[in-house]
């Protein structure tokens, strides 16, 4: 049975950074793209980063781009999303979501994808 656990979410001042991890479980990541998503109170859900199946690949948000750092390792089914720099309005929950791709190496956050964590709190707030 496919899952996604994540973790490393918590409480940290602005300027801080936080890594978040997302431990895949009765599947093989190989196959997969990966995306992180948030949602923060009282707004949609929004698309954060993406990575392809190899890792070769990865898209940001304009709002986190050169303070976020999205990687995998696949030996260990585990996705990473390294946030630096954080600021209040990074304030979310965050998700981190699978799509099998079974074509070009490449990931997009504009896609439905197929199974989704159930999401680690950030909070950004001095």
């Known amino acids: 049975q496919l899952q996604l656990v994540e973790s490393g979410g918590g409480l940290v001042q602005p300027g801080g950074s936080l890594r978040l991890s997302c431990a895949a479980s009765?599947?093989?990541?190989?196959?997969?793209?990966i995306g992180w998503f948030r949602q923060a109170p009282g707004k949609e859900r929004e698309g954060v980063s993406c990575?392809?199946?190899?890792?070769?690949?990865?898209n940001y948000a304009d709002s986190v781009k050169g303070r976020f750092t999205i990687s995998r390792d696949n030996a260990k089914r585990t996705v990473y999303l390294q946030m630096n720099s954080l600021k209040p309005e990074d304030t979310a929950v965050y998700y981190c979501?699978?799509?099998?791709?079974?074509?070009?190496?490449?990931?997009?956050?504009?896609?439905?994808?197929?199974?989704w964590g159930q999401g680690t709190q950030v909070i950004v707030s001095s």
């Open positions: 979501a699978v799509v099998r791709f079974t074509g070009q190496d490449m990931c997009t956050m504009t896609i439905p994808y197929d199974s």
């Open positions: 009765g599947f093989t990541l190989d196959y997969y793209a």
């Open positions: 990575i392809s199946r190899s890792g070769g690949r990865t």
